[in-house]
């Protein structure tokens, strides 16, 4: 079975602060695909990034940044100098592959409020 | 434009009350699935299908039925609905490749008395 972990419920930073948001993983597959998902307060999901389990390369957005460790198990996301724009529910999913090479579906972890306060 | 349409976006119903949330995407995308969303919970799988006539039960599939006659739509009925089914539900597609991007509805938010 597969199980994301965000620690964190809820975070509240002031304007320009760095934050980081913690995502931990577990699952059997060899293959599988973490994501990250920002929600709004306007209820959309909205897509971040992709990565899959033999890419291990950190990635950079912008001010935004992730931090892949399989030997952690964790998929972390830090926003640098947030804003109050970035002020969101992120959540963090994994997906595995299944028999076939086909779709899994996407196991959420439960999300963490991030509150950017001007 | 690419995207997934949910109706109704609001629902109020009464218990068992039959109900159906339709689910349409224009991006021939083969996979199509259902969540929940509920605080302190994050987002739950319902039901998913991989193509036309394929459909599984995800994590939480108890109280809802679905059915794929068609690619771009996936419509989830509720035969009787309870209010711990009160929740706001994500309809969701991708193509059939596994880590492949979900694209994710707007959101039907269902409140049941």
């Known amino acids: 079975a597969q199980k994301v972990t965000q620690a964190q419920t809820e975070i509240s930073v002031v304007e320009k602060e760095d934050v980081t948001l913690d995502c931990v993983y577990e699952t059997r597959d060899t293959t599988y695909y973490l994501f990250w998902y920002k929600q709004p307060p306007s209820g959309e999901l909205v897509f971040l990034i992709r990565?899959?389990?033999?890419?291990?390369q950190n990635e950079i957005s912008g001010r935004y940044s992730w931090n892949f460790q399989k030997s952690t198990s964790s998929f972390n996301f830090t926003i640098t100098a947030s804003q109050v724009v970035d002020s969101a529910v992120y959540f963090c999913?994994?997906?595995?592959?299944?028999?076939?090479?086909?779709?899994?579906?996407?196991?959420f972890g439960k999300g963490t409020h991030l509150i950017i306060q001007p | 434009e690419a995207q997934v349409t949910q109706n109704p976006r609001y629902l109020i119903t009464v218990t068992g009350k039959k109900l159906t949330v339709t689910c349409s995407q224009n991006m021939n995308h083969e996979y199509m699935s259902w969540y929940r969303q509920d605080p302190g919970l994050g987002l739950r799988q319902i039901y998913y299908s991989m193509n036309v006539e394929v459909t599984d039960k995800g994590d939480v599939p108890e109280g809802y039925k679905v059915s794929r006659k068609e690619k771009r739509n996936f419509p989830l009925i509720l035969e009787s609905p309870s209010p711990n089914q009160t929740s706001l539900y994500f309809c969701?597609?991708?193509?059939?490749?596994?880590?492949?991007?979900?694209?994710f509805g707007p959101g039907t938010r269902l409140t049941v008395l």
């Open positions: 990565r899959n389990s033999f890419d291990e």
């Open positions: 969701a597609s991708s193509f059939g490749l596994a880590g492949a991007e979900q694209f």
């Open positions: 999913a994994l997906s595995g592959q299944d028999s076939g090479g086909g779709a899994d579906g996407l196991t």
